[in-house]
C-alpha cells in the first residue's frame, strides 16, 4: 500500500522512528583502521574504553560486541546462576530479561511507573517485601533506562542496600543522559552499568555493547569472560607462567570482543553526543509544544533528569489499543513511521512458557495498548517534524 503511494507520488518520502547518523569522520575513522595492522581488539579498542569512562566519570568501561552480550556477561560476573533470582522491567527489549535466562537464574518482572514507564519504585519496595518473607530476595536488579529517561537510581540503590541485591542499569537508550545532574553511566547507584551502540540508538559502532563499572574487581571479570574466560596476568594464574606466549583459562567465558573496526567509529561518534543529545532535544521539546493540545499523554518531565531522548513516545488518553492500532496504520499510510515500544516482555510466547500469564504486569500492559513511538533522530528535519505534526493532529481529529 505504502509502497504503492510512494512510487506514485501521493506521499513524498518515508519518516523512520529512529535512524543513524555517519558522518564522513567517522568513515574515514573505520576506513584508517582497515589500512592498519590491527583489525580485532586493539588500541581503538582501548581508547574507545577510555574515552566511554572518562565522558561518564567512571573508572573502567569493557566494550563488547553488542550490549546483549554485556549484559550477559554482567551477570555472570556478579554470580548470577541456577536457583538466583533477577528481575527487570517488563517495558524492555527482550534481552533485559534473557540474560538472566543465559545464566539459568529464574527471572521475574517489576511493573512500570504509568507516567514513567520505568520500573516503579513502589512496585519494586512491595515486591521485595513479599520476596523476603519467602526468602526469594533477587540477586541482581535491571533497572532500564526507558526511551533514555533515567530511572530513580537514588530510590532503587537505597533498596539494594536494605536487601542486598546488585543493580545493573540497562542504560541502551540513556549514553548521553543525566540523572542528578551527572552522565548516566557513573555507575554512582549501582554496580553496573550497560550501553548498546546498535544503530537505531544514540551512538552507533555497527554492533556493539559496553559495560561501565567503578568496580576492579567486576572489571577484570568481565574483561576475562568476554574472551574465553582466559588471562594472560600472571598474577590471575594458577601456578607460575611458562612464558611469554603462556595463557590460562580460568573461567569459561565466550568471544563477545568489540572489533577495532567498530571502536573506531564509536570513537568518531562518541565526539558527536552532545550534539546528538542537543538535537533530539530540541526536536522533543518542539514535538512537546506542537502536540500539548492533542489527547496524548506526553513523555515524562522531571527536574533531576535529563533524558538522551532515543524515543519519543506518546500514550493515546482514548480509545485503546484498537484506536492506537487504526492511528498506527493511519500514520504509516501517511509515510510517518511510527513504532511501539515494547510489548512488554512477559507476554512473549517464550515467556508464556515459563509461566508467565496476561494480567501479571498491568501496568505494562495498559501502557503497551496506547503507546506510539513517532519518528525522532538527529538528521530529522524540522519540515518533516512538522509534517508528522500534522498528520498526527489530522489523524486524531
Ligand atoms: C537495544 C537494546 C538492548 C540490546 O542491545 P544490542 O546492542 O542490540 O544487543 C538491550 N536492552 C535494551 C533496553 C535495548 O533497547
Redesign the pocket.
Known amino acids: 500500500m505504502l509502497e504503492e503511494k510512494l512510487r506514485s507520488g501521493k506521499v513524498e518520502t518515508f519518516i523512520p522512528y529512529g535512524k543513524h547518523s555517519v558522518s564522513e569522520e567517522d568513515i574515514f575513522a573505520v576506513d584508517e583502521v582497515l589500512r592498519s595492522d590491527w583489525l580485532t581488539q586493539g588500541p581503538c579498542v582501548e581508547r574507545f574504553e577510555k574515552a566511554l569512562a572518562a565522558y561518564c566519570s567512571t573508572r573502567y568501561a569493557a566494550a563488547l560486541?553488542?550490549?546483549?552480550?554485556?549484559?550477559h556477561t554482567v551477570c555472570r560476573a556478579l554470580g548470577l546462576g541456577a536457583g538466583d533470582v533477577m528481575w527487570t522491567s517488563p517495558n524492555?527489549?527482550?534481552?533485559?530479561a534473557n540474560c538472566g535466562l543465559y545464566c539459568g537464574a529464574d527471572v521475574d518482572f517489576v511493573d512500570i511507573d504509568p507516567q514513567t514507564y520505568n520500573m516503579s519504585v513502589r512496585a519494586l519496595r512491595r515486591k521485595l517485601e513479599r520476596a523476603a518473607d519467602a526468602c526469594r530476595v533477587p540477586k541482581v536488579v535491571i533497572p532500564?533506562?526507558?526511551a533514555g529517561h533515567s530511572c530513580e537510581m537514588e530510590e532503587i540503590a537505597a533498596l539494594a542496600q536494605q536487601y542486598g541485591f546488585y543493580v545493573v542499569e540497562?542504560?541502551?537508550?540513556a549514553v548521553g543522559a543525566h540523572y542528578q545532574g551527572a552522565p548516566v553511566g557513573g555507575c554512582r547507584h549501582s554496580d553496573a552499568t550497560?550501553?548498546?551502540?546498535?544503530p537505531?540508538?544514540i551512538i552507533t559502532t555497527g554492533?556493539?555493547?559496553a559495560v561501565l563499572t567503578n568496580r576492579p574487581d567486576l572489571h577484570e571479570k568481565i574483561v576475562t569472560l568476554r574472551s574465553h574466560g582466559i588471562t594472560r596476568a600472571e598474577t590471575e594464574m594458577v601456578g607460575p607462567s611458562h612464558g611469554p606466549w603462556y595463557y590460562q583459562q580460568i573461567d569459561l567465558g565466550y568471544n563477545y570482543r568489540m572489533s577495532d573496526i567498530h571502536a573506531a567509529l564509536g570513537i568518531s561518534q562518541l565526539g558527536r553526543l552532545d550534539a546528538f543529545v542537543a538535537r533530539r532535544r530540541f526536536l522533543a521539546d518542539r514535538y512537546s509544544a506542537a502536540l500539548a493540545d492533542l489527547p496524548l499523554q506526553l513523555p515524562p518531565r522531571e527536574d533531576d533528569i535529563a533524558s538522551a531522548w532515543?524515543l519519543y513516545v506518546v500514550r493515546l488518553q482514548r480509545g485503546g489499543a484498537e484506536s492506537r492500532s487504526r492511528v498506527f496504520a493511519d500514520l504509516r499510510e501517511r509515510g510517518v513511521g511510527v513504532h511501539v515500544?515494547?510489548i512488554p516482555v512477559h507476554t512473549q510466547p517464550y515467556y508464556q512458557g515459563l509461566g508467565f500469564r496476561k494480567g501479571d504486569f498491568p501496568e505494562a500492559e495498559r501502557y503497551y495498548a496506547e503507546a506510539l513511538t513517532l519518528p525522532l533522530y538527529p538528521a530529522m528535519t524540522e519540515r518533516q517534524q512538522d509534517f508528522v505534526v500534522d498528520a498526527l493532529h489530522e489523524v486524531l481529529s
Open positions: 560486541c553488542n550490549a546483549t552480550a554485556a549484559l524492555t527489549f527482550v534481552a533485559s532500564v533506562h526507558f540497562d542504560a541502551s537508550h550497560v550501553f548498546s551502540f546498535h537505531v540508538k554492533e556493539g555493547g532515543h515500544h515494547y
